[in-house]
């Protein structure tokens, strides 16, 4: 979800931060806080929104979600996220590519390349673009790993672009013309050599037309199993303190401690790991990193962080290449 949502007007709520509305971050957690002009220490700020307890497990979660509330007993809430960027793009890079740089393949690439798809008439990994994108394709891309196995953008408003039969062409009529273009597409790699880009067009030509030739339905995303993993959560959190002033100030961004959540894919829910401290401006118990949490995702997934590589430039290539140790807690 990204944009860094306030991990304290959501999963981690602060009842301390009432009791010190106004006032300055006490010294005793500001000792911990790094210093940066985003990561502000004075005039702290409750949330408006109130939490209540869900389910067995009484996991308090804001009323903002209280649809996914209802659930909670099937999710594992993470409290202790942590990295070092409070800026969007490379916050973003590190929680999608493992690194800040964005010049890595995305978690997503990683997963097709590793595992594939199941499904021949669509893509193997999709991307979901709702809104604004602060970074661009580098959070969906494959970098290093074949052009094919970079992520297909899914606008909420208007699904895959072109995905429907031109007016006035048969199957037939589609089916030539997508002939054609393959045998001069061939033609061009025997004569120039091998492109991954160039064969990752032709396998995308073949992949739409499988797309518009079958029904609807086959495009629908929301029917999910038991062994569906679900992942939610930001680049980073929110500052406890208020930026701007009047009846409805704003939080500044804050990667020093924020939340995610995982369901499904063998995860036990109904469980909180980690803590942040009384305000929720610091890791205080359990700190988790991007990697760790990527190491996570891949093992939820079957795969093991030291067996996915791709050969680049004479080197073994890791997802998690930065490190990353799988969260075993969260499996229980």
Request: aromatic share 10%; hydrophobic share 35%; charged share 20%.
């Amino acid at each position: 979800m990204g944009g860094g949502p306030s991990h304290l007007d959501t999963w981690d709520p602060k009842p301390a931060l009432t009791k010190l509305q106004g006032k300055d971050v006490p010294d005793s957690i500001a000792k911990n806080v790094p210093m940066n002009k985003r990561l502000r220490l004075q005039n702290l700020y409750p949330s408006p929104y109130e939490f209540k307890p869900y389910g067995r497990s009484g996991i308090p979660v804001s009323t903002l979600f209280k649809e996914t509330a209802a659930h909670v007993d099937d999710i594992c809430v993470i409290r202790s996220m942590k990295h070092d960027s409070p800026i969007h793009t490379p916050a973003e890079y590190l929680a999608l590519t493992g690194s800040l740089t964005g010049a890595r393949p995305t978690i997503g690439a990683w997963l097709y390349y590793g595992l594939g798809s199941e499904n021949q008439n669509l893509p193997g990994f999709v991307v979901m673009d709702a809104g604004e994108n602060f970074s661009g394709p580098a959070i969906w891309w494959a970098g290093f790993l074949p052009t094919r196995y970079q992520g297909t953008l899914v606008k909420a408003s208007e699904g895959i672009a072109n995905i429907r039969m031109p007016a006035g062409f048969t199957e037939a009529a589609r089916r030539t013309q997508l002939d054609f273009m393959e045998r001069m597409n061939r033609r061009h790699l025997e004569r120039h050599g091998g492109g991954s880009e160039l064969e990752a067009r032709i396998l995308s030509y073949e992949l739409a037309f499988r797309m518009q030739m079958a029904a609807p339905e086959v495009f629908d995303l929301k029917g999910e199993s038991e062994q569906t993993l679900v992942i939610w959560g930001g680049e980073f959190g929110r500052t406890p303190a208020a930026e701007g002033s009047g009846r409805n100030p704003g939080r500044d961004h804050s990667p020093t401690g924020y939340c995610m959540w995982l369901a499904g894919g063998g995860v036990k829910g109904g469980q909180v790991i980690g803590a942040t401290d009384d305000v929720g401006y610091t890791v205080v118990d359990r700190p988790i990193h991007p990697n760790d949490f990527h190491a996570t995702i891949l093992h939820a997934l079957g795969v093991d962080q030291q067996e996915l590589y791709y050969e680049h430039q004479n080197r073994k290539e890791l997802a998690t290449f930065n490190g990353g140790e799988v969260i075993e807690e969260v499996f229980g």
